[in-house]
């Protein structure tokens, strides 16, 4: 039967690698913990202890964590980058059709590719609104008369 310091090593590996594809230092506690177990249970300690100091160790970790990354992550606001252009009204440059994969817009000094909200085609010269961003291009819709 394999020792039980080996199965919390390898559930340490399994959480570190883990972290590899994650983002943040999540699944990193955990890895943490369970290293701390695997030397408590290559010591010679019960499982009880291996558990208790696995779920502590990992627990303190992960509210210790979550409080520092709150007050040092600053939150962007909103209407910061890119999307500060949503909701805004601009001009169609060039017309936009999602078929063809074709349409820039400009809204005010800054052209952006364009995507019809609707899916119809969007001709040049119409003023539009920017619904929403999609990777790199604005989602629009024309700006009707009675708007």
């Known amino acids: 039967m394999i020792e039980n310091w080996l199965l919390w090593l390898i559930l340490a590996g399994i959480f570190a690698i883990g972290e590899i594809f994650t983002t943040g230092f999540f699944l990193s506690w955990f890895a943490v913990g369970s290293a701390l177990a695997c030397i408590t249970a290559y010591l010679g300690f019960s499982p009880a ?77 119409t003023e539009v609104h920017a619904v929403r961003l999609d990777g790199t291009h604005l989602v629009v819709a024309p700006i009707k008369e009675d708007e």
């Open 49 to 125: 202890w291996q558990w208790g100091i696995f779920l502590v160790s990992a627990s303190i970790l992960v509210i210790m964590s979550r409080r520092f990354a709150d007050r040092f992550t600053k939150q962007q606001p909103p209407g910061v980058g890119a999307d500060r252009y949503v909701g805004k009204t601009g001009v169609v440059l060039v017309r936009v059709d999602n078929i063809s994969n074709e349409g820039m817009v400009r809204i005010g000094k800054e052209e952006w590719r364009a995507d019809s909200e609707t899916g119809e085609i969007i001709p040049e010269g």
